[in-house]
């Protein structure tokens, strides 16, 4: 079984930064995508951003110029650098990742626990 656990979040004045850390630990045979989404008081939740295992990114039109994604393959572990970050962007962060526990075990998909971000003043 894979677990994700995501670190990083907090309070962040607007126009600050945060980096959101989400290591993947346990029986690992192979992660391929890892994924942020967050989701909003009343909202649904959203893909923020993407990468996969060779480092191809993709953005949400809301965070494109602003966050980026990155990951560490070796320590399977995927982050989130958010600058200049808004309030609208307050929400509860997941991290997500397609990913084997073993060889020929099938792929499944994973999600972390969440963390919360608030920006405010």
């Known amino acids: 079984q894979v677990q994700l656990v995501e670190s990083g979040g907090g309070l962040v004045q607007p126009e600050g930064s945060l980096r959101l850390s989400c290591a993947a630990s346990?029986?690992?045979?192979?992660?391929?995508?890892m994924d942020w989404y967050r989701q909003a008081p009343g909202q649904q939740r959203e893909l923020v951003a993407a990468?996969?295992?060779?480092?191809?990114?993709n953005y949400a039109d809301s965070v494109k110029g602003r966050f980026t994604i990155s990951r560490d393959n070796a320590k399977n572990t995927v982050y989130l650098q958010m600058n200049s970050l808004k309030p609208e962007d307050t929400a509860v962060y997941y991290c997500?990742?397609?990913?084997?526990?073993?060889?020929?075990?099938?792929?499944?998909?994973?999600w972390g626990q969440g963390t919360q971000v608030t920006v405010s003043s």
């Open positions: 997500n990742a397609d990913g084997q526990g073993s060889m020929f075990g099938r792929r499944t998909t994973y």
């Open positions: 990468i996969t295992t060779s480092g191809s990114t």
């Open positions: 346990g029986k690992i045979f192979k992660i391929y995508a």
